[in-house]
């Protein structure tokens, strides 16, 4: 892989220590975590003109992910670069789903993967797995191939670009499908409406559009047994439980307090 690595401290290095200008600015510009922020983009900075100009867009409105180049998911970085979704931490809840679900030497295909952090985390976790990934967006396509293998990322609508031998094969399929009702795009926070891609966050009317086509879609390519894991709000769950039980699955979900995060699972019969 080419930047996913462990999130580990280096000891051997001293820790910068960011301005007092710096973290006012910050938290001047809104920034409720204003010291860490500063600590890390005077990490990223390499001069303090760059770091100006860093602090300047970060007040700006740009995420602080898309600034650093790399984004701390299941104590993985995870490289996402301007223009592509920042996964948020209450996804390392489905990662987990996933990972729990899979069974020995896995086929595992996320789909809609943005930077591809899930895939990531579960190819670096799972043994012996084998795992694709593949979005709609040609911009989160080549931020995943930073995190996976290129030839393992696919860029297509859902399931039409990945490989035919794939069909009958995957023994978990996860999706963290945009969910966001097209209504409610408009409250979004700032620097999701205005940095990340439209197509990562609209999930139409409902939110669930994208999940009615994979419950219709992934019996395809599920093997026996498979598991389809998609991540939802809590208030979509029963709709979505209800959609995946018509499509022929055995349908559960999963919640998590700790990380205020809804995994909707479907099993094939």
Not at 31 to 48: W, Y
Not at 251 to 265: G, I, L, M, Q, Y
């Amino acid at each position: 892989m080419a930047f996913a690595q462990p999130d580990r401290p280096r000891a051997h290095l001293p820790e910068p220590v960011p301005s007092p200008a710096v973290v006012t600015a910050l938290r001047r510009g809104g920034c409720v975590f204003a010291e860490e922020e500063a600590l890390l983009l005077t990490e990223a900075a390499d001069s303090e003109r760059e770091l100006d100009v860093l602090v300047a867009r970060r007040i700006a409105g740009e995420p602080l992910e898309h600034l650093l180049g790399w984004v701390q998911f299941c104590d993985m970085r995870i490289a996402v670069t301007p223009g592509v979704f920042v996964p948020r931490r209450r996804t390392e809840f489905l990662t987990g789903c996933a990972a729990r679900s899979a069974p020995a030497n896995p086929v595992v295909v996320d789909v809609c993967c943005g930077c591809g952090a899930v895939a990531t985390v579960l190819a670096a976790t799972l043994d012996g797995a084998e795992v694709y990934a593949t979005d709609i967006d040609p911009v989160a396509v080549r931020c995943a191939r930073l995190n996976l293998p290129p030839d393992r990322v696919f860029e297509g609508d859902l399931f039409e670009a990945l490989p035919d031998s794939l069909r009958g094969r995957v023994d978990v399929l996860v999706a963290n499908a945009p969910y966001v009702p097209s209504a409610a795009i408009g409250s979004m926070p700032r620097e999701a409406r205005c940095s990340e891609p439209r197509v990562a966050l609209d999930g139409g009317e409902d939110g669930l559009d994208i999940h009615r086509r994979l419950a219709a879609e992934a019996d395809r390519w599920l093997g026996p047994g498979g598991h389809l894991l998609i991540e939802t709000a809590a208030s979509q769950a029963p709709v979505a439980e209800k959609m995946l039980a018509h499509a022929g699955f055995r349908a559960r979900t999963r919640f998590s307090d700790e990380s205020d995060a809804t995994v909707v699972v479907g099993d094939r019969r």
